[in-house]
């Protein structure tokens, strides 16, 4: 596409370039719009709330936000955010710890049925969740740990998230093996060569599959509604819940002052983080 | 492993060293398994063993509290001939992949060829439409989209201005799919990514050659940009249409758990749940697990074969 502009080598205005940028930021307006909305909504007193496409609310109706701060059936929104932090923490340090275990076996070491266990490994990516769900609910059932987070945590130690294996490897194998064998050389045997010298290289995909973990966690809605019932240790997605069924508009503006609570920290962690995640992102999909 | 045979010459390595060898490579296969062993776990506890429970339980009756009782084929027989929600629960999937994964994707592959010969702000477009997949996967903009689709919301406001009275899509049957499926099409930014960086590995040469051989935009469009990507097209298309297939938060948001108005978002995964969990009947959600397993790996395979004729793989092509 650049080529032409040099082939036809005119220096005229760049009326391309200027349409491109102009319709890639109208494109983004149409779809910020949502967010948008959903921040002045949350400060727009109940009466402005539906039937107003003004953006702007008259007032800014702080109230909603105490009154989202109470949060929901007596649960306060400090507790169901520690709930939610714990969870997406512990997914965070298990799925880390445990897919990176597994990677570094597919990528780096030998063993018997390597290509044929690496081969289910990339299937199970695609196996929709619902196939393993009845079950593994019975499982912890019987373990007596429905209604605890042990079901949303333990399986994350398991490395069963195939998806971030599958991207640390990819990671792994473009390491120099040099580095491993000057290791070896030195008298590091798997272990230490692959937690002094291999983890903290990898340490970018690390940070990407923790990044991704915890997003995905927090906003994790299926299997939070399986497992947890009461209302303290229900998550903010959760608590968001009880508002699907309210038809009343009058809980509107707190509503989604809540709403805007729970977005909050996957809108830090993306501005904060976002070279991570699109690259990650991007190298899922190319290298595969 | 240490350092002190180093220095023992080569020639004397013919009888004693293999014992020594396997040794090491005995220690070596066994620190493999250490490391993979979470995973062991986890691939047969979580993974085959549900699988394998779930197979059984679809051809019984159970309710988490009484013990499973067979019923052979009766919770199938039942799915296919006496259960209409059954069918229209398909019915809304099917409808909702075939209209949110080729409008995405499209989308994906639009913003990704207009982003490629940006000299200034890529990356920050790359990330601002990225932002969408991350965010949309919550309760969150569920909510929002209710509410931005409902009747008197902003989407209905607009289209009344314009002539065209909707009195909301969340409670019309056709309408609230749509709403849901725009809502996929939003996050058009994983795919949008992926393509982008497949782009960026298309040789430039290519392009430098076809634009000498005098061929049009269009053209190399066609005959160059479209065979070098898709391999990435296709992954797209695969991962997508397999993650659609399971879609649930927006449903539940949209319709309040129930799938309305008139089953029209009572996806797949939403019907599933009813069953299972509302109203206890895990056997027959089994059932439909592992219908939805044969499903989407029958999709798969298909996927699979139809792209023999149109994926084009540049190592292959160069021998």
């Not at chain 2, 097209?233 to 938060?249: G, S």
């Given at each position: ?86 969870i ?21 070491l030998?063993?018997r ?19 393993v ?7 912890f ?23 971030f ?7 792994m ?14 008298g ?10 291999v ?16 997003i ?7 299997t939070?509604?399986?497992y947890?019932?009461?209302?303290e ?31 909050l ?12 995640l ?8 190319v290298?595969? | ?16 060293a ?11 296969e ?6 993979l ?21 679809s051809?019984?009756?159970y ?10 084929l ?6 296919f ?8 629960s ?58 931005v ?23 019309k ?35 430098e ?41 927006p449903a539940?948001?949209?319709?309040g ?27 027959y ?29 540049a190592?292959?092509?160069e021998?």
């Amino acid at each position: 596409m650049t080529t032409t502009a040099t082939t036809v080598g005119r220096r005229s205005f760049p009326w391309r370039r200027v349409a491109l940028h102009a319709g890639c930021l109208a494109a983004l307006l149409v779809m910020l719009y949502p967010l948008a909305w959903l921040v002045a909504t949350s400060l727009k007193p109940a009466d402005e709330v539906i039937a107003s496409l003004n953006l702007l609310p008259s007032k800014l109706e702080w109230s909603n936000y105490s009154t989202a701060l109470d949060g929901v059936d007596d649960v306060s929104v400090g507790r169901l955010l520690s709930n939610s932090l714990l969870i997406a923490g512990g997914a965070v340090i298990g799925n880390v710890l445990s897919c990176s275990l597994a990677a570094y076996a597919f990528a780096r070491l030998r063993f018997r049925f390597r290509g044929p266990l690496f081969a289910f490994m990339i299937a199970t990516i695609m196996l929709p969740h619902h196939a393993v769900l009845i079950p593994q609910y019975i499982i912890f059932n019987q373990l007596g740990m429905v209604n605890t987070y042990w079901p949303l945590i333990l399986p994350k130690f398991l490395a069963t998230e195939a998806f971030f294996v599958f991207l640390i490897v990819q990671f792994m194998r473009g390491l120099p093996r040099e580095l491993e064998e000057a290791a070896r050389i030195d008298g590091c045997g798997p272990f230490r060569s692959f937690f002094l010298v291999v983890l903290p290289l990898t340490r970018p995909a690390l940070i990407t599959t923790a990044i991704f973990t915890f997003i995905w966690t927090w906003n994790d809605f299926f299997t939070q509604l399986i497992y947890l019932f009461s209302p303290e240790k229900f998550t903010l997605t959760l608590a968001l819940r009880s508002f699907v069924d309210a038809s009343s508009q009058s809980a509107f503006g707190p509503m989604f002052a809540m709403s805007v609570i729970a977005l909050l920290p996957i809108v830090l962690f993306f501005l904060a983080f976002q070279r991570f995640l699109v690259e990650g992102m991007a190298n899922s999909g190319v290298k595969g | 492993m240490t350092t002190t045979d180093i220095p023992a010459k080569p020639a004397r390595a013919k009888s004693p060293a293999p014992p020594r060898q396997q040794r090491g490579r005995i220690r070596r296969e066994g620190a493999a398994w250490v490391f993979l062993s979470p995973w062991v776990l986890g691939a047969v506890v979580l993974t085959l063993l549900p699988m394998a429970v779930s197979l059984y339980l679809s051809f019984t009756d159970y309710d988490l509290f009484n013990a499973p009782r067979w019923v052979g084929l009766r919770n199938y027989v039942q799915m296919f001939t006496e259960d209409p929600r059954y069918w229209r629960s398909v019915g809304a999937t099917l409808m909702y992949v075939v209209i949110a994964v080729p409008l995405q994707l499209a989308l994906a592959l639009a913003v990704a060829l207009a982003l490629k010969s940006m000299k200034r702000g890529k990356s920050f477009y790359r990330s601002a439409f990225y932002a969408p997949s991350l965010l949309g996967a919550s309760m969150s903009i569920a909510l929002v989209w209710r509410a931005v689709f409902n009747d008197g919301g902003t989407v209905d406001n607009l289209l009344s201005d314009i002539g065209i009275h909707t009195g909301g899509w969340v409670n019309k049957p056709g309408w609230a799919l749509l709403a849901v499926a725009l809502l996929t099409v939003w996050q058009f930014g994983a795919p949008m990514v992926i393509f982008l960086a497949g782009l960026q590995q298309i040789p430039v040469e290519l392009y430098e050659a076809a634009s000498v051989d005098g061929a049009s935009r269009k053209r190399q469009f066609i005959s160059i940009t479209l065979p070098m990507l898709s391999p990435v097209l296709f992954f797209n298309l695969v991962l997508q249409t397999i993650q659609a297939f399971q879609v649930f938060t927006p449903a539940f948001a949209v319709s309040g758990g129930k799938g309305g108005p008139a089953d029209s978002t009572l996806f797949y995964t939403l019907y599933l749940y009813d069953r299972g969990f509302v109203a206890s009947h895990m056997g027959y959600a089994s059932a439909m697990a592992w219908v939805l397993l044969l499903a989407i790996g029958a999709v798969t395979a298909v996927l699979f074969r139809t792209s023999r004729s149109w994926v084009f793989y540049a190592n292959e092509g160069e021998r």
